[in-house]
């Protein structure tokens, strides 16, 4: 059974920022393709950003391109979300996600198999 822990959520004003990590326990997580989804209140769950199992080709919502970095370490299980220049529309809890994929970079809900708990990221103003 693959498990995934968040970490790094918080409250932070805006402009600042906060690194997200996710480590993930069970299986080989050099074979698993990661992403990260949010979802804030009254509003459903969207794709932020996503990485392959090899660190290529990351994806990010338009919402997050140029403000964050996605980036996995394999040794240590984990994978990162780098977070700056935050705004109070990015207020939400954020996911990690995880499924194997051999090629490619999976951005869509349905495509992940494995789901972490979540964590709270507030931007205030």
């Known amino acids: 059974q693959v498990q995934l822990l968040e970490s790094g959520g918080g409250l932070v004003q805006a402009g600042g920022s906060l690194r997200l990590s996710c480590v993930v326990s069970?299986?080989?997580?050099?074979?698993?393709?990661m992403g990260w989804f949010r979802q804030a209140p009254g509003k459903e769950r969207e794709f932020v950003a996503a990485i392959s199992w090899s660190g290529g080709s990351p994806g990010y919502a338009d919402s997050a391109k140029g403000r964050f970095t996605i980036s996995r370490d394999n040794a240590k299980n984990a994978v990162n979300l780098q977070m700056n220049s935050l705004k109070p529309e990015d207020t939400a809890v954020y996911y990690c996600?995880?499924?194997?994929?051999?090629?490619?970079?999976?951005?869509?809900?349905?495509?992940?198999?494995?789901w972490g708990q979540g964590t709270q990221v507030t931007v205030s103003s």
């Open positions: 996600a995880a499924v194997k994929y051999p090629i490619g970079t999976p951005i869509r809900q349905y495509e992940y198999k494995y």
């Open positions: 069970g299986r080989t997580f050099s074979s698993y393709a």
